[in-house]
Every structure is written in structure tokens, then in C-alpha cells.
T-cell receptor
Framework: AQSVAQPEDQVNVAEGNPLTVKCTYSVSGNPYLFWYVQYPNRGLQFLLK??????LVKGSYGFEAEFNKSQTSFHLKKPSALVSDSALYFC???????????????FGKGTKLSVKP | DAGVTQSPTHLIKTRGQQVTLRCSPK?????VSWYQQALGQGPQFIFQYYEEEERQRGNFPDRFSGHQFPNYSSELNVNALLLGDSALYLC????????????FGPGTRLTVL
């Protein structure tokens, strides 16, 4: 069965420092991977996705993610964190049981990012 | 361009009651999915609608049902509410025939007392 794991419940970073939010996946075949961010009392906002191609994916708000097939990881990164980046971050993988692009998303439990001034 | 919209924002019900949540997809999108997000958890897939039919379903009981209208909007119905149904219910939309991204609405917070 497809799954994603976010090993850290919370990540604390000082403003201006680089940040990394970790995600590992387990799928059969090629993964379709996504990162979403959720601010308090809000829905999910799309940040970026990996379908195929370059292993380094650039997304919204200066975020990027590196796809690593050998380590089955898709870590979210940002060179310089902002206080406004503080939020809940979710990694997700497309469920391929229903066939390629049509499947729903399987989410991790989320990682709370806290950026202090 | 309006994104995904959902109504109502908040809802309080008692055990055993029935509830209907509504979703309008992003302009140009024809596929709607519903997710349940319990407190402290990631969203869990409930079902997906395309061309007014349920196409995929997650591991949710038959108390959860839905509908999609000709204008692509959708409803989620939950019967015989349980305390455990308290959650944020998220609607997501995308184009039906591609690997495109799912865009989420702000959600409906359901509290069952």
C-alpha cells in the first residue's frame, strides 16, 4: 500500500536560517509527490509537486523539494525561513491503486513548523 | 478567479442527526474530492466525483454519501452522526483528465455533540 511518513511532529527554526521538513514515501512504481501548507483554521494550499523530471522541484513562496529515489525521500526546503512560514506542512502521495493520475491523495500526519524571530 | 468554496464554515450537530456540506469547485475543474481531517491528523480521502458519479471511495461507511450536480458542484451528506465524525471536512477540485494538482477549499468545521 502507498504511504508517506513525516518523522517530525515539529520543526523549530530561527528566522533567516535554512529549513528542512522531512518526508519519506513508500509506493510501488513511480511516485507522484506533493507538499501542501495549512495555516490555522484554513484549508490546504498547494506548494509544489514532483511528477517526473528534475529531482529538485521549485514551488511557491521560495520553497523547493528534493526527490531522492534511492532514499525514497521528498524533503521540503527553504534557504531562509520567515516567521510567516510558521504553519502545518503536509506531504502527500498520489494513490496509484485507482490508476495513474486519477487517484486520490494519501497524506502524512503533518509537521508543525515554527519560525522564531 | 474564485477558488474552491465551501459552505457552511462551521456547523454544530448532535449525535444521530444528518448533515449536508456543500462545495463549489475552482473554475474550469470538473472533478471534486472530499476529505476528512480529524484534529491533529492529515486529511483522509472520503470519495471523488466526476461526471456526476462516484468514481473512487476511501474507507468510510455508507453513512457518508455524496452528489455532484451538472454545474460540477458537490454535496457531502453524513447520516446518523457520531461523535467521531467531528472534523474539518475539505473539498478539493481538479481537472478530470490529467495529473493536475488538487486545489482545496477552506473547509467546513463540523462539531458533533
Amino acid at each position: 500500500a502507498q504511504s508517506v511518513a513525516q518523522p517530525e511532529d515539529q520543526v523549530n527554526v530561527a528566522e533567516g536560517n535554512p529549513l528542512t521538513v522531512k518526508c519519506t514515501y513508500s509506493v510501488s512504481g513511480n511516485p507522484y509527490l506533493f507538499w501542501y501548507v495549512q495555516y490555522p483554521n484554513r484549508g490546504l494550499q498547494f506548494l509544489l509537486k514532483y511528477i517526473t523530471g528534475d529531482n529538485l522541484v521549485k514551488g511557491s513562496y521560495g520553497f523547493e523539494a528534493e526527490f531522492n529515489k534511492s532514499q525514497t525521500s521528498f524533503h521540503l526546503k527553504k534557504p531562509s525561513a520567515l516567521v510567516s512560514d510558521s504553519a502545518l506542512y503536509f506531504c502527500a502521495v498520489r494513490d496509484i491503486n485507482y490508476g495513474g493520475s486519477q487517484g486520490n491523495l494519501i497524506f502524512g500526519k503533518g509537521t508543525k513548523l515554527s519560525v522564531k524571530p | 478567479d474564485a477558488g474552491v468554496t465551501q459552505s457552511p464554515t462551521h456547523l454544530i450537530k448532535t449525535r444521530g442527526q444528518q448533515v449536508t456540506l456543500r462545495c463549489s469547485p475552482k473554475s474550469g475543474h470538473d472533478t471534486v474530492s472530499w476529505y476528512q481531517q480529524a484534529l491533529g491528523q492529515g486529511p483522509q480521502f472520503i470519495f471523488q466525483y466526476y461526471e456526476e458519479e462516484e468514481r473512487q471511495r476511501g474507507n468510510f461507511p455508507d453513512r457518508f454519501s455524496g452528489h455532484q450536480f451538472p454545474n460540477y458542484s458537490s454535496e457531502l451528506n453524513v447520516n446518523a452522526l457520531l461523535l467521531g465524525d467531528s472534523a474539518l471536512y475539505l473539498c478539493a477540485s481538479r481537472s478530470g483528465g490529467s495529473t493536475d494538482t488538487q486545489y482545496f477549499g477552506p473547509g467546513t468545521r463540523l462539531t458533533v455533540l
